[in-house]
């Protein structure tokens, strides 16, 4: 048998479970990183001291938070342990320790001095890594048993996921909902179903793309599951800034919402936008108007045309000629003519093809033979019998 086939990678928790010889149990040890929820620790190098108490713990998904070490046990990053939860107990994997963690608590707005930490209890025994992976292996079942109870009652929810605590006593109930759900009922259904306690937690369409996973139009894996734990708003401006084309379909993303990565891009367009004059009306030559059709924005490149309803014979000015141009209309003066601007130059690219002929993989022909047959003429002369 291949040991590979008794390992198990599981990514939502950023951990590999493999069976451990000695104790002849499972043993659970930390991947970094395996998802989303990875932290480089930049700063390892400069442990002064502070913080020492303090780490930050993961859990499925993108749950985390801080805790304080109350243990009495020498805590380091990828131990598992057992942690404070509301109700029980809970086990999770140490991911940070240091000044970061502190620069993290500063930007959540969560003071180490007067906030009421939860504690971590110790390191997690073998039995408890086995009773975890015991509560674990119940998450799909529930999901699809809930799914099933929730469409019965006909609510109009989706459970998206479930995430058990470490003591199985406690599961959150991950649900997306367009409107408002009264699920008082469902969670006695659910209480009686599963036997244990129930938290409903609401989501939206992109941190259910996250959990699911896929890959986007460029051909990499979702943002939104591969690094985005915050999502921000997304309007249509994002696009509008950029010039693309309002086009729902290529504008979703798999989520049915606007794409993510439409807000990568936005301050660098909206700088570049702020070099452009705006132009509010055609530019006045002597030879007629001249009316704005496309703007080249990185490039800081605004193409004219004679004809206000055609892009033929676009004619390229920078932003700076723009403005030569728009002062003197504004003094009651106009150029002579548009098109006394220099030609646009070529593109600055050569394709795959090159300067070949489209012909260059035709067989080439038989050059044929300009002199006369044998029968007559100037051929070839008889050989001698």
Known sequence: ????????????????????????????????????????????????????????????????????????????????????????????????????????????????????????????????????????????????AARRIAAEMGLEMKIGDVEFQGDGTKAIFYYIADGRVDFRQLIKVFAEEFRIRIEMKQIGARQEAGLIGGLGVCGRELCCANHISNFLSISTSAARCQDLSLNPQKLAGQCGKLKCCLNYEVATYMDAQSRLPRVNEPLEFEDGLAYLRKTDILRGLMYFSYDRSSDA?????????????????????????????????????????????????????????????????????????
């Open 313 to 385: 014979g676009l004619i390229p000015l920078t932003a700076e000629e723009v403005r030569e141009v728009i002062s003197m209309n504004r003094a009651g003066e106009k150029p002579e003519s548009l098109r006394t601007e220099p030609e646009p130059s070529a593109p600055d690219f050569i394709s795959a093809v090159g300067d070949d002929s489209i012909s260059r993989f035709d067989a080439p022909r038989k050059k044929r033979s300009h002199g006369r047959s044998r029968k007559g003429g100037r051929g070839k002369a008889p050989q001698n019998q």
């Open 1 to 144: 048998m291949n040991k590979n086939e008794n390992i198990t990678y599981d990514c939502n928790r950023g951990c590999v479970i493999s069976p451990d010889p000695e104790t002849g149990g499972k043993r659970c040890t930390y991947r970094e990183g395996c998802c989303k929820l990875n932290e480089h620790n930049y700063l390892k190098d400069a442990e002064d001291g502070s913080y020492k108490d303090i780490f930050v713990v993961r859990f499925k998904n993108t749950r985390k938070g801080f805790y304080r070490d109350d243990s009495g046990q020498s805590i380091k990053i990828g131990d598992m342990v057992v942690v404070e939860a509301a109700t029980g107990h809970d086990l999770g994997i140490v991911t940070l320790e240091g000044p970061l963690v502190g620069r993290q608590m500063k930007c959540r707005g969560v003071d180490p001095e007067s906030s009421e930490l939860r504690k971590i209890y110790r390191k997690a025994r073998p039995n408890d890594i086995e009773k975890w992976q015991e509560a674990i292996s119940r998450e799909q079942e529930t999901m699809i």
